[in-house]
């Protein structure tokens, strides 16, 4: 069992056959539903360098379009949430409605052969599943065949009863593919998460793949603020588990050498109250995860400089890196 070839990491040209394989014919992850909640509520997204938006419409539809003017291609919303009535291209000031058509465009003069009902937003596909909201492009199969058996692993967890109460996004220097091999094993937390390891049982950690998603589970000591279970799904989202709450997670390519990961945090209890509390789970949580990019930054640079060839993945704790890597593989068929 070796560690993918980092030419896969390292060569420019496999993320656009990453694009074309995996991420728009997979399901996305844009994070809580409750994002869009209200008509007119709209939340815009790269999904590996594909803008997106999904807007809930006046009649209560959800719709999802290609961030992309059928002009000449400006993108209309900026990444991020908001509420609009219509969208206004910003370049040339076209009009669409929130069911994608085109309402005007404004000074464009006289063409017999111009329709405005030629000329709509390319929809995409949306899904919710359990509070969550799912966008893909071209998908392959539906959303509940790729969540596959996570849908049995969170059956006993009242994941659609917790509010979103904060958002983050981090940017960091290597590849999504180094970051996601180290969010799938524990093999690391011994080296790079002291405070971490201190609070649970290691020797007990353990790792397993499953249909669509890979499971690590460790008893947490007391004071922990994880419930001991981190969950990863095909091809790039992650849940954790906290006492009353959890996170979410994306990770999503911006370049072959840039990653930004996009977390959204949920409490049963988003009382005030509790706020200090909620702020202390979050701010350990960033604080762990912060300390895999700087390991994830210095490893994709050994990638880059061609002083690396792929090494063996331990039995024990690496089993979730190499189902991921077969994952990729298979995609990418190579
Ligand atoms: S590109 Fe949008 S109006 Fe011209
Ligand atoms: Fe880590």
Redesign the pocket.
């Known amino acids: 069992m070796l560690n993918l070839d980092p030419a896969l990491y390292v060569d420019p040209a496999v993320l656009p056959r990453e694009r074309d394989t995996i991420f728009t014919r997979t399901w996305q992850l844009l994070g809580p539903v409750s994002q869009v909640k209200d008509r007119g509520q709209y939340v815009a997204a790269d999904l590996a360098g594909a803008k997106v938006f999904v807007v809930r419409g006046r009649d209560g539809q959800l719709r999802g379009f290609r961030n992309v003017?059928r002009?000449?291609?400006?993108k209309?919303l900026e990444e991020g949430t908001g509420r609009c009535a219509t969208i206004r291209?910003p370049?040339?000031?076209?009009v669409f409605d929130d069911t994608g058509r085109l309402v005007t465009?404004p000074w464009f003069g006289d063409d017999p052969d111009f329709n405005p009902a030629d000329w709509p937003l390319e929809p995409i596909h949306v899904a919710e599943w359990r509070g969550l909201l799912f966008a893909a492009i071209s998908p392959e199969t539906d959303l509940t065949t790729q969540l596959g058996e996570l849908i049995a692993e969170l059956a006993d967890e009242p994941i659609e009863t917790y509010q979103a109460a904060a958002t983050d996004r981090v940017v960091f220097d290597a590849n999504w593919k180094v970051y996601t091999d180290n969010f799938v094993e524990g093999y690391h937390i011994p080296g790079v998460h002291h405070a971490f390891f201190a609070a649970i049982e290691f020797e007990q950690f353990k790792t397993t793949a499953h249909k669509g998603f890979i499971r690590m589970t460790a008893p947490p000591r007391d004071g922990l603020f994880y419930r001991g279970k981190w969950l990863w799904m095909w091809p790039n989202w992650t849940l954790s588990l906290f006492e009353g709450g959890m996170n979410t997670s994306r990770i999503n390519p911006l370049a072959f050498d840039r990653t930004e990961q996009i977390y959204h945090f949920y409490f049963a209890d988003t009382s005030e109250a509790t706020a200090s509390k909620r702020a202390s789970t979050i701010a350990g949580n960033l604080a762990v995860v912060r300390e895999d990019y700087e390991v994830c930054v210095a490893t994709h640079k050994n990638y880059m400089s061609g002083g690396y060839s792929s090494g063996p993945l331990s039995p024990r704790h690496e089993q979730g890196v190499h189902y991921f890597q077969n994952k990729v593989k298979e995609a990418l068929a190579v």
């Open positions: 003017c002009h000449r291609g400006a209309l291209c370049y040339h000031q076209w465009a």
